[in-house]
């Protein structure tokens, strides 16, 4: 390693992004090139340092696989923080293999690439994470064992920690995300790193904030997140506004591609033990004022269809107006909505799923036209809430993560330049 290459290096392990570029402005062999990108990547110029660290895999020879194999981890690091997930992301198999290099290396000398190497897996499952692949995402975090690290990878188990924590949030296991942000407090703390201490910190205030409500009888009661787990654990019988869909248990019954069964069941909820009568149900489902006997035809026709889907947990039952649920056992029913109203809230609510939903499937689960939900989803990604993925007809929708993902890079510290 030259002087200025090893001076640009220390420079940026010292968070000094400028004073490295100072020293290897002007040069274009592959190290500089790796150097230039990461310090571009520090200074926020992502499209930049993606193209740098490209040209710097390119130009590493065979026998520079260590070298090829950061450069590759760093440039799949600047797209997740781009959210660039699509067809121009590193591969899976590039990843893999530039972690199994890595890995090697570390057995053999240097253990500075052990964290390099766990990068580069906590990038494939970050990514899987923000494209809302839960069960992939956990198995990928699933092969990463990153509590007995050592301090020089504190902040690697940071973010692996915080990660593990917006996976059991999204899968509602509160206990789970109480204790995986405990360990990234520790770590964030042990790696001193401010911008992680800050995330972990706002990810633990989000458990005392709103996230949903709770409709009884007409009155709203406002839920916490460890609220929310105790009512599902709880042997109520919960109609979810908030993913559309029906738990009773451990079963969980979706309709969220079922928007007139979920209206209607939403509306036989918040009236139990109540009934509601035939003409409040054709105008809540069908939005329909003045039904006629088609209506009305059509009504016992979906409730005949939503009194299939539920028998399992409860019963609908006619009466002289209209019907009523009659849950089995000494079971309640409690209608769990979102903190806000509106058709902006039941698109949030639908993407709180942490599925990729396309426009055309939104608007489907929302009886409602493409056109109108392209302009209510442009609102709600100018104010930071949902996040889209992909262009034109690939284009995918996501809610934003609910503790967030850490966009300062980790490998200035951990990549080693020879």
Not at 389 to 404: E, Y
Request: proline share 4%; with cysteine.
């Amino acid at each position: 390693m030259d002087s200025l290459i090893a001076a640009s290096a220390r420079s940026l392990a010292a968070g000094d992004a400028l004073g490295a570029l100072k020293r290897v402005a002007l040069r274009d062999d592959p190290p500089a090139l790796a150097l230039r990108g990461i310090a571009m990547a520090q200074l926020g110029d992502y499209p930049r340092a993606r193209e740098l660290l490209r040209r710097a895999a390119r130009g590493f020879g065979t026998h520079e696989e260590a070298a090829r194999a950061r450069c590759i981890v760093a440039e799949a690091e600047v797209a997740l923080a781009m959210r660039d997930l699509g067809s121009s992301f590193p591969s899976l198999r590039s990843l893999a293999a530039a972690a199994t290099t890595l890995e090697a290396r570390a057995d053999r000398a240097d253990t500075t690439d052990l964290g390099n190497a766990l990068q580069a897996r906590l990038i494939v499952a970050r990514r899987l994470l923000l494209l809302g692949r839960l069960d992939e995402a956990a198995d990928a975090l699933a092969q990463l064992d990153v509590r007995a690290l050592p301090s020089p990878f504190a902040a690697v188990a940071a973010v692996a920690e915080l990660t593990a924590a917006e996976l059991a949030l999204r899968s509602l296991r509160v206990a789970q995300a109480h204790a995986a942000l405990g360990r990234a407090q520790e770590a964030a703390a042990r790696a001193r790193v401010p911008a992680l201490m800050a995330e972990v910190a706002e990810a633990q205030a989000g458990f005392d904030r709103p996230a949903a409500r709770r409709v009884v009888a007409g009155i709203e009661l406002t839920l916490r997140l460890d609220q929310v787990a105790a009512l599902f654990a709880s042997n109520a019988l919960v109609v979810d506004a908030c993913r559309r869909g029906l738990q009773a248990g451990d079963a969980w019954l979706p309709l969220a591609s079922r928007p007139v069964l979920f209206v209607l069941l939403r509306a036989l909820a918040e009236a139990w033990p109540g009934e509601v009568n035939r003409e409040a149900l054709i105008a809540s489902a069908f939005r329909i004022r003045r039904p006629d006997e088609t209506h009305r035809a059509r009504l016992r026709v979906e409730i005949g269809r939503l009194r299939a889907l539920v028998s399992a947990s409860t019963q609908i039952e006619a009466t002289a107006r209209g019907f009523a649920l009659r849950p089995q056992g000494a079971r309640e029913v409690a209608v769990l909505a979102p903190p806000i109203d509106g058709d902006q809230a039941s698109l949030v609510a639908l993407l709180s799923d942490g599925a990729a939903w396309s426009t055309s499937a939104l608007a489907l689960a929302l009886g409602a036209s493409q056109r109108t939900v392209q302009r209510a989803l442009a609102e709600l990604e100018a104010e930071g809430r949902v996040r889209a993925i992909g262009q034109a007809r690939a284009r995918r929708w996501l809610a934003p993560p609910l503790t967030g993902f850490t966009t300062i890079l980790l490998l200035p510290a951990a990549l080693r330049i020879q």
